[in-house]
């Protein structure tokens, strides 16, 4: 049991001496914030176009299915026990709406 331990301590110990060997550090040159920046201004259009046109959409469409399929159990579980659960699908339909308006103003907050 002893040997398993210390096999466990020394492979970690390993670990963490070939991890910090092979990390290299870096140093900020003069102003991160503005070359941040330009780099932002550079690529806007190109982000915004495949977030609206690609990620946008494909989060509905998941958030959609994910909606009907959770009506879908909820329904069933409805005629089994006598109950409707709505909690997980109005949460499903807030997340439906925000995903789907969020392109109208998403851009003016960032």
Known sequence: MKKNHLKILLCALLLTVIVSIFSVTAFAADDVASAIENTWTAAQTQIKTVVDNVVF?????ILAILLFVKLGTAYFDYRKHGQF???APAILFACLLFTLTAPLYIWTIL
């Open 57 to 61: 959409p494909v989060v509905d469409m």
């Open 85 to 87: 659960e709505f909690t």
